[in-house]
């Protein structure tokens, strides 16, 4: 039997349709990087899944409810309540949105020369760990350097060079082991339970905390319940229980698996380690019951928290991602296997490989699937994770040329995606005609967001 959302669409937003002129125009003034389009210039937005989701009438009822005092509002209690039930953590904070978690844990957790080991770093994690001076090192397993293979939890963390690191020369400068479910930056694949219980174990016997970045929480839960032996038969919201009861904490954006438009909290255990993020959320982003959020938002996430566990809401989400994987691979273009819920990630690499590295494979198929089609995608290859010079010359290029595909939650509907399938299906008849780019100026840190780049003619 077929899945399908629990759900029926009651308000709508048109999508602009425009000309493949329009978009060369567009594209153009936008300096060829996608981040620079207004989003009235684009038909099927997947950029991100951040934010992006469609609220339900309940959400917006809960918000319309919102309690606007400055202290103790109603709105956090209710907050507090969805994320007792989840989390168990005992000391819950909400903040502005993820990166602002990120900031206020670390600056509790690390101190300057510190390492902080993780399945892969996302990249705002990443960067909040550099901006404190540390080293934030990525220990992703074996099996997800085989794009192809469709092993189950290609997002676990190595666990033996975890434990190598933890009792090697390097151990007593590790100041978290932070684990990403799923894992964002390896291609969206999720954590095993197993692979949780041996980085508690190691963590335990290495005296270092075990922090949780939770954006897609229930996400991960539905691919253990479908992929993990012995957990068939639990409920995504069992699964989410567990995962958090085995860490010490946790940062979480809400924009994401709380299908809200913005938010994110700290969940922590330890009263100490509590009262040093409280400090510095009164000081950086609002007063301990609002934390920069406006109480409507508390109330969204609320709602959307319990929304997200539904095994009908996960199931037809998870089998969206699966019939777009499918059409794309119809379209002769592979994947990044297996399938995750949250985005598809193209081997551009290797639909394009008459591009160098140099000339961004990745770039060029997200600039292609843009112009052709008004499709709004980002590169995840050389673009952004290559090394440059200060001429704006690739000198070392990433491992993989990837386009990242997200999928925003209840947005588009099947006809949306056999749309995108039939756009990237035209494309891969003749790869030739693609554009190459050069990068005309970047920032240093951060490019992607603010690069400009130059159109140079396809090589066919
Ligand atoms: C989105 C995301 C973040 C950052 O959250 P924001 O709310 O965008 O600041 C951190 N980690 C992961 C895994 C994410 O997907």
Redesign the pocket.
Known sequence: MKSFPPYRIQVVKDIPITTRAEREQALARAGYNAFNLPADAVTIDLL????TGAVSAAQEAAAAAADRSYAGSESYYRFRAALDELTGFEHVFPV???????RVLFSATLSAGRISLSNT?????RANVELLGCEARDLPCPEAADLDSDEPFKGDVDLDALERTLAGPEGDRVGQVLI??????GGGQPVSMANLRAVRALCDRYGVPFFL????FAENAWLVTRREPGYGGHSPAEVAREAFGLADGC??????DAIAP???FIGVRDAELARRCEVNIIATEGFRTYGGLAAHDLDRVAQGLREVLDPNYLRARAGEAEQLAGLVNEAGVDIVRPAGV?ALYLNAGRLLPHIPPHEFPGHSLACELYLAGGIRCVELGSLYLGEFDEGHNLVAPAPFELVRMALPRRTYTRAHYEYVADVLADIAKHPERVARYRVADAPPILRHFKMTMEQLPARG
């Open positions: 991100t899944d951040s934010g502005h949105q993820g990166r602002a978690a990120e770093h996302f990249d705002t994690t990403t479910i799923t894992n964002n930056g970045d939770a954006a897609r940062v979480a954006s809400l924009k994401k913005m938010g994110a949250h």
